[in-house]
């Protein structure tokens, strides 16, 4: 299992972790008292959430293109590796949201 922090705004919202066959996106208590959402798709709720996939809107901070090649050669990972990506890339992202992984 591998696990991930998720700020917004540089406060800890949640945790993300894979499991091997699936994702789990869970919000920090502190952070559901009043905090905002980090995505429409994902509202502030007590229970976790699931998926098969990584979650779209995490899968969206991940470069693209021509960059993701260039960090996929450098680093030697595979792109269908998507968590992986995540946590190499995600603690600087374009937006609010980063990701720090827990290790």
Not at 45 to 62: H, T
Not at 89 to 102: F, H, L, N, Q
Request: charged share 25%; with cysteine.
């Amino acid at each position: 299992m591998r696990s991930a922090k998720v700020y917004f705004k540089e406060r800890l919202a949640g945790v993300l972790s894979d499991f091997g066959d699936h994702y789990e996106f869970l919000y920090d208590s502190e952070y559901l008292k009043n905090g905002f959402p980090i995505s429409c798709t994902l509202p502030l709720k007590e229970e976790a959430y699931s998926s098969i996939n990584l979650f779209p809107f995490f899968d969206g901070l991940i470069v693209e293109g021509w960059l993701l090649d260039v960090a996929t050669k450098n680093w030697k990972v595979d792109q269908e590796d998507r968590m992986s990506l995540l946590l190499l890339m995600g603690k600087d992202t374009i937006g609010a949201v980063s990701v720090e992984e827990i290790k």
